[in-house]
């Protein structure tokens, strides 16, 4: 049987030459903006101030995208900018923000790592509105911690946890994360592996005095390399148990106001990690 000789189509064809047309063509390359960025301390708010100097002898168009706004950056020639509070920009400790511009490449920067405001409180939408930074929910889960907590899981297997839970905020979520290390022993001699535990729980309100809590705990992930199955079955009741106990009694922060407290009613309770904190509005 002879192969038969079937012309290209017009299609292929056209696919063929916009291929090689594509390579042919030169790689446009995005030059870095004329701009130096800095920052300082505002005067108020407790939060960090952008500063954008424009280098160039030309004006510059940018866009600006940061605490989840963007906004146009007009800077003349030469000039300089800042964007803080009064422009409706808080900016906190490891905020991210982008700059950018036709023909410029994107800026990616953040902002410094110390803390200016652990905390924040103020009124919206009728309610309490409460802001906790993450240096905070830390120091405050560490605070109140006994160390060493232990929990027997079988006769001869303890569970037990010597360094405090690392928080971890998720952009975006209504729920708390933390990331824990227990040590599992045998009989009192440490096992070579500890047990990584990926915990959650949501914020809620005790109005008799004024605390910010946790509820719905919960353990999203287990792991122990290598342990059979049976192994994590029987360890598992003790880790919800370690776990569950730990986040009962964190209080995440105290509001110390009494006029405050008895304001936040708790017909609905709103938390959510925004740009890195903790956002709580009481209702």
Known sequence: MKNLYLPPSLTQILIVSFLFTALALPQTTLKNAPINVSCRLSAFEGSYVLIVQNLSAENLDLWLRAKGKLTELHLTANSKKEIGWAQGFKFDANNHFYIWGNGYDTLHQTM???????WRIGFADGGLALSLSKYLLQSQLEKHLTLPMKKKALKAIDIEMNHAPIIVLKEGSERIYANVKLQPSLLHVNLSKPITVSASFIPYYKQANGQICATQIRVEEMLLDDAPNDLLN???????ALITELFSSYVMYQIENSFLIKLAKVVNLRGKVLDGRLEIVIL
């Open 112 to 118: 410094p790592e110390k803390e200016l405001s652990p």
């Open 234 to 240: 029987n360890i598992t009741p003790a880790v919800n």
